[in-house]
């Protein structure tokens, strides 16, 4: 296999985070592909810099942000044409597409002759929270740019479900034979059950072993919809005080504060521990001293990681995150329906056996199908693909 020059570029990059763009460099690189990772910085000075784990990282400098996309400054622009002309990039890969970064790459990509792949940020998590105006504009000025000139210039689209991949085609009117489906993964060897951690993290929450925990971990904002959970949970915890919640994260603090009163307003305070952030090393000690995986809302990387570390599952039942319960692993409940997220929290909670099982189940599917090692094989197909299309 010819060794390729692979650009990953993202907007915001924390190797600590451990997102997509950190495992998908990783693993390319020890498959001898040259990796940069293009992303910004507050400097103002451009920075090159080689990772620990070998692929380089290029931050370039910004004017100003704008719901999370950079404007880069000329010095940036500059900075990268240059890189491009000296390194010769076969493949660029936008995390997201439509970002002003692709749109210089599909200006520049005949120039240098090198091929475009990404994903595209979706509307989807209209579904689970309102946007503002500024937001709503500027989905609508990209849903153009998008349909009527990204897509067109880019090689392949990524989609993590063939669901998902619908709604994107519809969206932006992009034929379905421009994605590839390809799922998130995790680190199997960082995220597996651990007994010593179960006992030891139990022991420092106050918890025994004969109480059951749900838990939860992420973003805490209105998408999450943790306060469907909790409203689920509600009931069955005044009924039975092994039941525990356990939320780690952080995120928005007035949506933080009307979950804390509704917790308080039903009685259930001591039964509900907010832990905050840790870095993802140390999530998998808490999920080993964790029974039960939820995301009622917009999830993320962490459901898949969890299912590493053999939890069961229980997630919101949209296009996008079903695959992490296709092995028998979990349950999937209507969007915002308590009643029916409540019955499949009993299953669970009561029936300790089908949780081994379906956490062995979360377990298997990692190891075969969701890990960053055959996901990264996947990418690599796609690439090659990508440099075949004329």
């Known amino acids: 296999m010819a060794t390729m020059k692979i650009m990953i570029v993202v907007e915001q990059f924390d190797p600590n985070k451990g997102y997509l763009e950190y495992y998908l460099a990783k693993e390319l690189i020890k498959l001898n592909h040259k990796v940069y990772i293009l992303t910004f910085n507050r400097k103002k000075e451009c920075s090159r810099e080689i990772s620990g784990e070998g692929f380089e990282v290029i931050r370039i400098p910004y004017i100003l942000s704008i719901y999370s996309y950079h404007l880069p400054t000329l010095r940036g622009v ?35 002759n090198f091929k475009i792949v990404g994903s ?21 000025f990209s849903k153009i740019i998008i349909s009527h000139y990204v897509a067109k210039n880019t090689e392949i689209i990524f989609a993590k479900t063939s669901g998902l991949a619908k709604i994107i085609s519809r969206s932006y009117n992009i034929p379905q034979g421009k994605f590839r489906i390809i799922p998130l993964g995790a680190d ?39 306060h469907i959970l909790i409203e689920a949970l509600s009931s069955i915890i005044k009924r039975d005080r092994r039941v525990k ?23 259930i305070a001591e039964n509900v521990i907010f832990h905050p952030w840790v870095d993802r090393t140390m999530l998998n000690s808490l999920y080993s ?26 997630i919101a039942r949209y ?72």
């Not at 929270?129 to 989905?139: D, Q, T, Y």
């Not at 898949?304 to 053999?310: C, F, I, L, P, Q």
Request: aromatic share 10%; glycine share 6%; with cysteine.
């Open 120 to 140: 595209i940020v979706t509307q989807l998590n209209l579904v689970f929270s309102s946007w503002g105006l500024g937001e709503k504009i500027l989905f609508a």
């Open 78 to 112: 500059k900075y990268l044409f240059n890189l491009l002309r000296v390194e010769r990039i076969d493949i660029i890969h936008c995390q997201p597409l439509g970002s002003i970064l692709s749109l210089f790459f599909i200006v520049t990509k005949n120039l240098f």
């Open 188 to 226: 199997p060897e960082l995220f597996k059950f651990n007994s010593e951690a179960r006992a030891s993290i139990r022991k420092k929450l106050g918890m025994s072993e004969d109480d059951v925990i749900i838990v939860y971990s992420g973003k805490i904002d209105s998408s999450k919809r943790l």
């Open 319 to 390: 296009p996008v995150e079903i695959y992490a319960v296709e092995n028998g692993n979990g349950f999937t409940f209507k969007i915002d329906d308590v009643n029916e997220l409540r019955k499949c929290l009993e299953i669970l909670i009561y029936d300790e056996k089908l949780r081994r099982e379906m956490g062995y189940k979360s377990r298997k599917l990692v190891e075969e199908k969701l890990n960053w090692k055959t996901i990264t094989l996947k990418y690599l197909e796609a690439y090659m693909d990508a440099r075949k299309v004329s």
């Open 245 to 267: 919640l356990l939320i780690i994260g952080r995120g928005d603090a007035e949506y933080i504060e009307l979950l804390k009163k509704l917790i308080s307003d039903e009685n």
């Open 289 to 314: 001293a964790s029974d039960i995986g939820v995301w009622p809302g917009l999830s993320s990387i962490s459901i898949v990681e969890a299912a590493s570390s053999s939890l069961p599952l229980i």
